[in-house]
């Protein structure tokens, strides 16, 4: 049973840069899924983010596609998530998330919040 | 503005029927991919709740049963609880963005 948990600053200043981190327990990262990062601003739907596979191989939301880059470290069996040059905007909760064809399981989720 | 579009809210009585439509376009639902839905409880992560249309993971009563129609797909809650208060989105790929892309999120009210 797959298992992931959110890391990282719960607090980022504006124009900074996001970063979070998911740590996948009982399972590799190896294997055939894609590891996916979806958020959620506060009283708002959800946003996917932006994916990778184990072999490096990423594909982001043309909206944040600028900002973005999602990386994996097979060796500790984690990926990652940047966003770069942060506004409020980006204020939201951000999960962690393993897709095969569907989203499955989930992180709990950590809140990011933007402001000096 | 979501890709796919939901009603932002449904209600109904205990023990009823209720139904939340997903409709989607000739890039997503309308180009033969898969519609997955998700439940997401006051404060908590999402978790699935139907995937590839009408299949229900494994613990999930099946008073939840989805369907598809065209570019549409539909989620059916029947025999409605006070604990399926919740919000639901609805989830697919599109073509024309190369990633997964959401509904807008259904809040159900248990009256």
């Known amino acids: 049973q797959v298992q992931l948990k959110e890391s990282g600053p719960g607090l980022v200043k504006p124009s900074g840069t996001l970063s979070l981190t998911c740590a996948v327990f009982?399972?590799?990262?190896?294997?055939?899924?894609?590891w996916s990062w979806v958020r959620q601003p506060p009283g708002k739907g959800l946003e996917w983010i932006g994916e990778i596979y184990h072999s490096g191989s990423t594909t982001y939301n043309p909206s944040l596609k600028s900002r973005v880059t999602i990386s994996v470290d097979k060796s500790k069996n984690q990926f990652s998530l940047e966003l770069s040059s942060v506004t409020a905007a980006d204020t939201a909760v951000y999960y962690c998330t393993m897709r095969s064809n569907w989203f499955d399981p989930w992180g709990q989720g950590t809140l990011v919040t933007v402001s000096s | 503005q979501s890709v796919l579009t939901q009603p932002p809210s449904v209600s109904g009585a205990p023990g009823q029927r209720v139904t939340i439509s997903c409709t989607g376009t000739s890039s997503n639902i309308g180009a033969g991919y898969d519609v997955h839905w998700y439940q997401q409880l006051p404060g908590k992560a999402p978790k699935l709740l139907i995937y590839?249309?009408?299949n229900r993971p494994s613990g999930v009563p099946d008073r939840f049963s989805g369907s598809k129609s065209g570019t549409s797909a539909s989620l059916a809650i029947t025999g409605l609880q006070a604990e399926d208060e919740a919000d639901y989105y609805c989830?697919?790929?599109?073509?024309?963005?190369?990633?997964?892309?959401f509904g807008g999120g259904t809040k159900l009210t248990v009256l």
């Open positions: 989830q697919s790929y599109d073509n024309s963005l190369s990633g997964s892309v």
């Open positions: 009982g399972g590799s990262i190896s294997s055939s899924n894609w």
């Open positions: 590839r249309y009408t």
